[in-house]
């Protein structure tokens, strides 16, 4: 298991994810399609050439699932109840056809489950960034985790 039980957490953790990924056309072509998202920025060479962008946008709900993947496996993976929720969720910068990708976390909340006593909810704030550092992604995910067995 590589994620970590609620009661291993403490606000103010910070991670800074191994995992990279460059996004690739095909990527974004296939998400895009996947999600019946027929935007010419995504799918059309053509019409993102004559866009401010001058090239294809890679799709924001691929690059915000992208940053999630990215964590699951230093954060959630095998301790995960569910995602309560995502909140304050911004693209400040747009993602191109092979930007190269890369994800940190900070634990900015944790609280009690008061539905369930063999869990907690743990606030992430979640930052995808790019080869130039730059922020492209960011948000909040609220996760109910598991406590430790007794």
Not at 42 to 71: C, K, P, W, Y
Not at 77 to 85: D, M, P, Q, Y
Not at 113 to 121: C, D, K, L, Y
Request: net charge negative.
């Amino acid at each position: 298991m590589a994620g970590r039980y609620f009661d291993d957490w403490i606000v103010g953790d910070t991670l800074v994810h191994e995992i990279r990924r460059t996004v690739t056309e095909t990527d974004n072509l296939l998400f895009s399609v996947m999600t019946h998202n027929p935007q010419p920025l995504h799918l059309d060479v053509e019409a993102a050439r004559a866009s401010e962008f001058g090239q294809i946008l890679v799709n924001g709900t691929f690059t915000f699932a992208l940053m999630v993947g990215l964590s699951v496996g230093d954060t959630t993976l095998g301790v995960l109840v569910a995602n309560l929720g995502y909140d304050r969720l911004v693209m400040p910068k747009p993602v191109f056809i092979g930007d190269t990708l890369r994800a940190e976390t900070e634990v900015v909340e944790l609280k009690d489950s008061r539905s369930r006593p063999q869990a907690g909810v743990v606030t992430f704030a979640h930052r995808l960034l790019n080869q130039r550092d730059d922020i492209v992604c960011q948000c909040l995910r609220m996760a109910l985790i598991q406590k430790a067995p007794a």
